[in-house]
């Protein structure tokens, strides 16, 4: 179903989203949110599939999975409470939840309502999000305790569908919370549109790490709004590796004095793809802290963009908020977009921003080569060594950021093998 039929069947509809894409539409480049976007791969993808605003035609979700190796594409997790959701469904039996009283996860039903703190970042994807058919998986944080529970939420497309995963997430006052978000696909078109909207108590403190991994011809568009009160802290990162096109968006709201949120990013296309990250923060708030951190690595015929946007509202007063984007092109097809946005409402602020382009180090490369190590290794060596250092601001060292690092390492290995072949070179000189 294409999104301009899309757009016809939600035009009768009571519910308030169906009432603002009717008179907003789609996002288009014009749209300074989407000016970089992949649009046309997210509307081939979208065109291609089988999916509608009611759900997913045709595909339940024992039929879906029954002849797919789910542990393969789950492949190695980091350890924690799993919930796996197959084509936006809540998966119980493939999923390892014990409920207490510290960590429940349960389903809930679509917001009839637009969620307030959602309206400044709808867009007709979101406004679709809300529309869909499928449960919300909910998680609640509940009494303190010691222990920091790990929630990995795993998302997989299967071929074929459009599909609209939601995730909600509640955190009471001086609450902890350690939250992975992996998004896998098999091979083939399918178009995943999923928000994950995340609540934060007083003095509260998350760890999120979203790892998008997609397979070639599928799209996936992920949301991620954060709502921050005084004192919490969150640290929020991003991996976007592989063929698919990716469009990802992460906010975060201050809505009371003193919290602090980082954002930061690791993006590795491979050849061909469009990877696409746009993380605002509003200063709602005095006394606020935000960082911006991402890096990008991309080969031949690849396109990574970022945009950074801080808005900082007037009486308010001590914000600090940087933001810096680095990014290395392995060749001269291969494109990076890097930009500031900035509104500032306020005289008492610091903000800086900066970024850097570059290529792989031809001295560097040439040192280690005359010490007798493979051009491809070499390669690999120089890019593992500009990716541990983006990768050491996603996550606290421990297994997450070991996971990470290994997911990385395999992706700039197979980066370096592709770029290899495509230019008809040997391994070694």
Avoid at 77 to 98: C, F
Avoid at 178 to 204: C, F, H, K, Q, W
Avoid at 205 to 228: F, K, N, Y
Wanted: with cysteine; proline share 4%.
């Amino acid at each position: 179903m294409t999104l301009d039929s899309l757009l016809e069947a939600v035009r009768d509809q009571d519910h308030p989203a169906a009432q603002w894409i009717s008179a907003n539409g789609w996002p288009t480049s014009r749209n300074e949110s989407w000016h970089y976007a992949p649009l046309k791969a997210i509307t081939t993808a979208a065109g291609s599939s089988s999916g509608s605003v009611d759900g997913v035609d045709g595909v339940d979700g024992p039929d879906a999975i029954k002849d797919l190796d789910i542990e393969a594409l789950l492949g190695e997790l980091p350890d924690g409470i799993r919930v796996v959701l197959v084509n936006g469904r809540y998966e119980a039996e493939l999923s390892d939840v014990a409920n207490d009283s510290n960590l429940v996860v349960d389903t809930v039903g679509r917001p009839e309502q637009i969620p307030a703190e959602e309206i400044t970042d709808l867009d007709g994807f979101g406004a679709l999000n809300l529309l869909a058919d499928q449960d919300a998986v909910r998680i609640r944080v509940g009494s303190p305790t010691d222990q920091v529970p790990t929630v990995v939420v795993v998302h997989i497309a299967t071929d074929g569908g459009t599909y609209h995963p939601r995730v909600d997430v509640s955190c009471g006052d001086n609450r902890r919370l350690s939250l992975v978000e992996l998004y896998r696909s098999v091979p083939g078109t399918a178009l995943v549109n999923a928000t994950t909207d995340i609540d934060l108590g007083v003095a509260s403190e998350l760890d999120h790490l979203v790892v998008v991994d997609g397979a070639e011809l599928s799209a996936h568009v992920t949301r991620t709004h954060l709502s921050l009160p005084a004192s919490s802290v969150v640290r929020s990162a991003t991996v976007s590796l592989g063929a698919g096109t990716v469009r990802r968006d992460v906010s975060a709201d201050f809505s009371g004095d003193g919290a602090t949120v980082s954002f930061s990013g690791l993006t590795i296309p491979s050849s061909g793809a469009h990877h696409d990250t746009i993380a605002t923060v509003r200063h709602n708030s005095s006394n606020c802290v935000s960082h911006q951190q991402f890096a990008s690595i991309v080969p031949a015929n690849a396109r990574s963009s970022f945009t950074g946007q801080v808005v900082v509202a007037k009486a308010t007063s001590g914000t600090d908020a940087d933001q810096q984007s680095r990014n290395m092109l392995l060749a001269p097809s291969a494109r990076a977009d890097s930009r500031p946005w900035l509104e500032i409402h306020s005289d008492e602020v610091a903000c800086a921003h900066g970024a850097t382009v570059g290529a792989l180090d031809e001295e560097g490369l040439f040192y280690l080569r005359s010490r007798g190590i493979s051009e491809d290794h070499a390669r690999t060596m120089l890019l593992n060594a500009f990716a541990s250092t983006a990768a050491a601001q996603l996550v606290p060292e421990g297994p997450i950021s070991d996971w990470v690092n290994a997911l990385t390492s395999t992706a700039l290995g197979e980066l370096v093998t592709d770029q290899r072949d495509n230019q008809g070179d040997s391994n070694d000189a």
